[in-house]
């Protein structure tokens, strides 16, 4: 039970760090009440665990065997991992330090799956590049209905940014199908007669916590990330990145949203001003992307070395 | 309330926002109209008592439009508008307001301060309050197509500028031609003043068209 902890914790990070890539643009421009938001993407978060979430902890479970002692050696390595992203200002991505830290203890226990983790490893290059392609289709569909169809200024500022809401709800809920296996999913089967459903349940509350109490500050960064944002652009972003990390939960592999929406904001950005895109922001995403496995890998194998083996 | 019964309330709530935009810019053309037809009169037989009675007039459909604006902003602060949407309509009636306050000037200056348009003046007067009048005419309609087509109401800002510049060479013309003159310097003064005051009003239109056409910009694809 200690280590669910860990697993809560990386929760609950999550919902203070995702919140922010479905909702941000709503909060930053003030379309949305920031306490609304939370609660739209909290409640829809919940409803994404609990509908989809099953499929992802199923993947992660199987990824390798555990024991209570692995358990908590990989969930404590991969909170601390994100931990220690968060404290150098790097994009987390929970769903790599958890399959880090998974492989780490698998690799020290000869139980790794390979063919589920080349899976999960595959899924992880199509998040961006596949939110970035749907971006490419999604904006210029947009961008020709706004042009063409004549309206007034109130009508396009409410279809607009009504439609970021909803695609704010719809892609709090495919982050809560698709990465509350991050949080609970290596818990499958594990904790006595605690169920999947039940597991992806407490992985969404936690999630949720993180959302309502810690993710303010994430929210109003938003536009300082890869390029600036305006209510477009996020809508076209929020929407390809949901589709995607949806699409994805159905395949039962966590991806990082960050990484899906920075995908499809690069996808937009290329489409209209690549001279607003800040190459340097990607370096920062290419850093975390390789340092958050690698470092929850060699945390969790080091720590099974010491406290498991 | 349901949903549906909800929604219809948030379209006639904008609806009726539009609708009273579309009021407030009979008001303005009201002003205006009034503008012109009271220094015409004046031009042509100065009798202060007469436009009195048209500052009155021009008085009331000036707070009219103050009134229809107050309603509107409480029609916009009634959660139905966007935050962006409303800070934007805000401004632009702020600035909007400035027309009929510059025309109700124009006639109290004279009434306050005993101005005596001479009458070698007034064709040029005249041609410089119908250069002010054809910008407002212009942004207004500027502003009505923000609330039809926004994307093309630029196109009407464009002659608001030719306009104002139109109005700031008769109205150099005009002062020109007024201290070259061997009147009074005091009368020079003053019909300086009222001269620029009516030049002004252009100015406001061409203040206004700057605000739609930022207006524009930030919604453009």
Redesign the interface.
Known sequence: MVSLAGGLYLGWALGANDAANVFGTAVA???LRFRTATILCAGAVILGALLQGESGIRTLSSLSAQTQRTLAVVSFSAAFTVTLMIFLRLPISTSQAIVGAITGAGLATHSLAWGGLVKVVICWAIAPVGAMLIALIVYPLV?TF??KV?????????LL?GGLVVVGCYGSYALGANNVANATGIFSGRLGDITDRQLAIMGGIAIAVGVLTFSRRMMLAVGKGVMPLEA?TAFVAVLSMAVTVHALAMVGVPVSTSQAIIGAIFGVGLLRNRQNLRFGMLRNILIGWSLTPTVALILSAAGYAIFAG | MGRKGRFIV?RNR?KE??AGIERYCEEVTTTIELLHSSLEQYICQPDREALRENLKTIHKAESRADDLRAEIEVLMYSKA?????RK?IMELLEMLDKIPNCAEGCIRMILTQHVVIPEEYGPEVMKLVGISGHAVRHVLEATRI???????ATVAVGKVDELESDGDRVEAALIETLFSSRRDGFEKILLRDLFLHIGKIADRSENVGDRIRI??AK?R?
């Open positions: 421009t003030r379309i961008t706004f042009r004549p309206m007034s200024m109130l009508l396009r500022d409410k940014w477009l | 948030l904008q926002i539009e508008i966007y935050p962006e949407s934007d923000l609330f039809r087509n926004y994307t093309t207006i524009v919604r694809i």
